[in-house]
């Protein structure tokens, strides 16, 4: 056996560390055990009796367990706490009230604050036979169920020696050795006079077999050994060794002389710096764990934490997210009015200002702003108050167009900490102002506290650490740490805040203060000077394989984004043309489903497999209600024919933009060659049969509501010109010529208007790779994938399945063990975009499918969408903040692009792309093991396309074409038909975007959201087809900001920044019919 070497001090510290264990065995004064309980299951609801030590009968969680005891007539006016470990998490009750949350963190909990005489305390707790991380207790058992009476004497020494034996091994590993020994000094000056009652051994070795078996057990094993390996059995039939009465007597004098020695140690060593303490307890809403659990541990918590607060009143505690809010408001109302009260009291601190703490990168922007927007309302309608923190400790990253929506959801102050666990790069600062693409700032904070981050502890090493790691030191002299444990831990608790008390001003640590974390970031002077800012994405060098990780999620939440945003205009043209009434009510269930799966481990895909199966059937649920929700609003739009026309149907397009697009529509309808379309002004237009039904397309611009009849006509249809070219190697339209390999590659792109090679090599290559992250299964991608690769080859030749007239494709398919791909490679008339519509079966586990794309252009960046704008990163490795970007997010595009031409990749639903050099890369598929070993085990369908263009991503078309990709025409069949195209909003010479159209909050005004996407300048005007009476600029909570001229009751001229957000308030002059 090694011994190591330790100085003086450290042999010192060490001897005191036992004699601590020693003197915790009397923490309890007087103590039983209940030797038995009653317990039910939901399935079995009859009560059995279970003894101490026994399994459970069953595990169908939750479990209901009833324990009885008679307290002893000699603790009548004693305080009695129990401390149990029942076999998982549990929510105790004593005579019917909740008083906590049980785990091997919080185990004690006071049961009645004077025992009356003779006493019987009825207790109850509902259990769940896992842990806090969710791990399963396979075997539960009714491990511990012991009733007690505090010694306070000598839990009051014991927490003032443990604390300052805490600050002397910090200040001794940290080179602080000379203070280190004079606080073992002082410790070693109190155990002097402590005497405790060894001349008994039975009753003496009682004693400590009790605090082995319970509490303590943990100081006791890691100071004397572990009782539990020696091969007798440690077990003693005396009665435990009681305080002798002269020792009692002289704790507080011990107190005393021991705090005077501790004075004078800190007027030569007075605290160093200033950690402001938040109490905190991140439980992610959704992870290791199913929701319905989370709902039981938010209860457990609050539960804990109320109970501290009536025991503690310098706790202060701060809990984000108005989900969390709204179920405890649903399950226990009665839980929900007390947080309401210390709410009021300005101790429970509502933060964050969302639903949920959302994934940072993969959310549109319409998303965040509902995000910031559902949240806020709900905080300042339950409890009269907003947050001004934007509170997101855990998230993977953030997009670079959040300061700006923070700013205009009131939410001036920003903090995470998942930044410090950049693996190649640590994230330069930690006080800061972060700018957003608009150059909006918000004041950001950040703490590094390893290993524990957001799960703090208040004890020296946590408090030291962080501040000694506070590298903004020199704008500021206070660092904030979040305290508690999370993930179901249930927060802080009485042995950190015992130690705050100690701590506070503890001679060579940081002073402690513990307050609002809203307080915090106000004590903040104004105005620092050269205070450092970060400009755009705060992107984290982990955790890149969230962007790809459960892609049917993302699928759904990428088409039910869309598909909300859709229903929601539809309603509000509705309302305001048709006296329609506005689905409010429905709209805010499908919104809230959104925004609950955009929690960061619930869209990211790093939850187990019941989170991602609940998930995917919200999402489908709520995507089916939307649609049905959008067509039956957008009936009353639809005018009545003058007549009907024997023999006739019609159908309506709807196009949400406010630009005109080109009509391509599929119908899922058959139509024969007796069919002719034809639009309202009677121009008839092409069709083309379909696997899945009919394919329309024609010279045509969409502009709002745009009716379409079909009628059957005799005679020959009319001759339709197409420009297509197809073979089953070959493809060519107007634009381009493509080339197909019989091995599946596109080998040659050919652009006709541009005289040039589009690829600089094999294109769309296919590539599986072993996917095996060094950790965190789910989350990661290793930058190593790429040197176990295997490109897949086609199983046979392409084979060419649609030749025209509007569109043309060329199915090719690859199969290797656990794989099956099949792709139609596919062009339309009078399109630049090459759609690979891929269907993949997918059953590897532990692969990762990407799609390749050498490109013939040269430039230094890509550009990629974000939330409500774009970034550029870095197409080279030229430094580590360069190679460490060898995964990114974006949202429907990226692009490559030199002076006059380039190149973009566009997707229906991935978000995970790469980039070297002049190769674009897209991941579509991974199967990772952990913590869902089924991970996407099932059929995918999914389109990506190449999108050659003139000019840059700005000028080329780019957004258009990810825009008709990912939201194609709404076609409603109809027996009405409109007057006219009807286009309800316009825009006239501007390049800004509609984000979203929706009846006002707590109005009949319309909201209109409008964004700029390409960085630039300007003015617009926007025209409304509606008559206005009056107009408002408004922050996205829709208060008022400035009134706005309307001139004709039809336009507002608008003044525009760079990707800046415009929300817009509008009261329509008159109902039309």
């Not at 290791?288 to 505690?317: A, G, N, V």
């Not at 982990?542 to 990780?549: D, G, K, L, M, V």
């Not at 990709?965 to 010479?989: G, I, M």
Request: with cysteine.
């Amino acid at each position: 056996m090694e011994i190591p070497f330790y100085d003086a001090t450290d042999r010192q510290l060490a001897r005191l560390a036992v004699r601590l264990a020693e003197l915790a065995a009397w923490r309890d004064r007087e103590f039983f055990s209940i030797p038995e309980a009653r317990f039910r299951t939901r399935a079995e609801p009859d009560w059995r009796t279970i003894t101490l030590g026994e399994r459970w009968p069953g595990r169908d969680c939750p479990v209901h367990i009833q324990l009885a005891c008679k307290l002893p007539e000699s603790w009548a006016g004693w305080p009695v706490h129990g401390r149990f470990d029942l076999g998982g998490e549990a929510l105790l009750f004593v005579d019917g009230s909740a008083v906590g949350g049980l785990n091997p963190l919080h185990a004690e909990h006071r049961l009645v604050p004077a025992a009356g005489r003779g006493q019987t305390v009825l207790l109850e707790a509902e259990v769940v036979p896992y842990g806090p991380f969710g791990t399963p207790n396979r075997e539960p058992r009714f491990q511990e169920a012991c009733v007690l009476v505090p010694d306070f004497g000598i839990r009051s020494l014991h927490d003032d020696l443990a604390a300052a034996l805490d600050a002397a091994v910090y200040l001794n590993g940290s080179g602080r050795r000379e203070i280190a020994a004079r606080i073992g000094d002082a410790i070693q000056n109190a155990f002097v006079r402590i005497q405790l009652p060894r001349s008994e051994p039975e009753e003496y070795l009682a004693r400590l077999a009790h605090a082995a078996a319970h509490d303590r057990a943990a100081e006791l094993v890691e100071h004397t050994e572990s009782l539990e390996a020696i091969w007798e059995d440690w077990s003693f039939d005396a009665a435990p060794a009681p305080l002798p009465e002269g020792t009692r007597t002289q704790l507080e004098a011990i107190r005393l002389r021991f705090a005077a020695e501790l004075d004078q140690i800190r007027e030569l060593y007075p605290p160093e710096g200033r950690v402001w303490l938040t109490g905190h307890a991140h439980i992610d809403l959704a992870w290791l764990w199913p929701l319905e659990e989370t709902r039981r541990k938010l209860r457990r918590t609050f539960y804990t934490i109320l109970s501290l607060m009536e025991s503690y009143p310098h706790l202060y505690f701060n809990q984000s997210s108005a989900q969390v809010y709204a179920w405890i408001e649903q399950d226990d109302p009665e839980l929900f009015e007390k947080i309401r009260q210390k709410v009021q009291e300005g101790r429970w601190e509502l933060s964050g200002g969302m639903w949920v703490e959302p994934d940072g990168n993969l959310p549109a922007g319409e998303s965040w702003v509902r995000q910031i927007l559902f949240g806020q309302r709900y905080f300042q309608s339950r409890f009269g108050r907003r947050p001004t923190v934007a509170w997101l400790p855990d998230s993977f990253g953030f997009t670079g167009n959040l300061p700006q929506l923070l700013l205009s959801g009131g939410l001036p102050f920003f903090f995470t900490q998942k930044l410090t666990w950049s693996e190649v790069n640590f994230f330069p600062y930690d006080l800061y102002h972060w700018e957003g693409l608009d150059g909006s700032r918000v004041l950001a904070h950040s703490f590094f506290n390893p290993p524990r981050g957001y799960n703090g502890r208040i004890d020296a090493h946590d408090t030291g650490s962080t501040w000694r790691n506070f590298r903004g030191k020199r704008f500021h002299d206070t660092t904030l740490l979040a305290v508690g444990h999370g993930d179901g831990g249930g927060g802080p608790t009485s042995q950190m805040l015992e130690r705050f008390e100690r701590l506070k001003g503890f001679p060579g640590l940081p002073q402690l203060r513990m307050g609002a974390v809203s307080d915090f970031y106000r004590q903040i002077p104004a105005g620092i000077r050269n205070l450092p800012v970060w400009v755009g994405e705060q992107y984290l060098e982990f955790h890149r394989a969230t962007y790809t990780s459960q892609a049917l999620i993302k699928a759904l939440h990428r088409r039910l984004e869309q598909a909300v945003v859709e229903t929601e205009a539809a309603a509000t043209l509705a309302f305001a043309l048709a006296k329609h009434p506005y689905p409010q009510e429905e709209l805010r269930q499908i919104w809230e489903t959104l925004l609950l799966n955009e929690f960061h481990d619930i869209l990211p895909g790093s939850s187990i497999r019941s989170v991602n199966e609940t998930a995917g059937r919200q999402l489908r649920l709520a995507l089916e209600k939307a649609e049905a929700l959008r067509r039956n609003v957008l009936t009353p739009l639809q005018w009545q024919a003058s007549e009907a026309v024997p023999g006739s149907r019609d159908l309506v397009l709807w196009n949400l933009s406010l630009s005109s697009r080109p009509l391509v529509v599929e119908i899922p309808e058959t139509l024969d060659d007796q069919s002719r379309l034809r639009t309202a002004d009677g121009r008839e237009l092409a069709f083309q049969k379909t696997e899945n039904g009919c394919l329309i397309g024609g010279d045509v611009q969409i502009e709002g509501l745009s009716p379409l009849s079909i009628r059957s006509e005799s005679g020959e249809p009319r001759p339709v010109a197409s420009p297509l070219r197809a073979t089953p190697r070959q493809l060519e339209n107007e634009y381009l010529k493509i080339q197909v390999s019989g091995a599946g590659c596109i080998e040659s792109i050919y652009d006709k208007d541009a005289g040039r090679e589009v690829l600089a090599g094999r294109a769309n290559q296919l590539w599986i790779y072993t996917d095996i992250p060094r950790r965190f299964d789910a989350w990661d991608i290793d930058e190593s994938y790429p040197l176990e690769g295997t490109e897949l080859q086609a199983a046979s030749e392409p084979e060419l399945v649609e030749s025209g007239p509007l569109r043309a494709a060329i199915r090719i398919q690859y199969e290797l063990a656990g794989i099956k791909v099949t792709q139609l490679c596919r062009l339309g008339t009078a399109s630049r975009r090459l759609d690979f519509v891929t269907r993949i079966r997918w059953a590897t586990r532990r692969t990762l499918l990407r799609a390749l794309f050498p490109v013939n252009v040269r430039t230094h960046e890509m550009w990629a969408e974000t939330a409500f704008g774009a970034v550029a990163r870095p197409t080279h490795r030229n430094t580590t903040w360069d190679q460490a970007k060898f995964e990114v997010p974006a949202h429907r595009w990226t692009d490559l692009s030199e002076p006059g031409y380039g190149v973009s990749l566009l997707s229906d639903s991935k978000y995970g792309y790469s980039v070297e050099a002049n190769v674009l890369g897209i991941s579509l598929l991974r199967s990772p093991i952990y913590p869902d070993p089924h991970a996407d085990r099932h059929e995918h369908s999914l389109t990506y396309s190449l999108y050659p263009h003139p000019g840059d991503w700005r000028t080329g078309g780019t957004l258009a074409a990810a825009q008709e990709l990912n939201a194609p025409l709404t076609v409603l069949p109809s027996t009405r038909v409109d007057r006219s195209p009807t286009p309800f909003f316009s825009l006239v010479d501007g390049s800004i975007q509609l984000a979203a159209l929706k009846k006002a909050e707590d109005s009949d005004d319309i909201i209109v959201r409008l964004f700029e996407p390409y960085g630039s300048r300007g003015q617009v005007t926007l025209r409304s087809g509606l008559p206005l009476r009056s107009a408002y600029l408004v922050n996205i909570l829709e208060e008022n900001l400035s009134e706005l001229e309307v001139k004709d009751e039809t336009s507002i001229r608008l003044c525009f920044t760079p990707f800046q957000v415009i929300s817009l308030k509008l009261t329509i002059a008159e109902h039309l019919t």
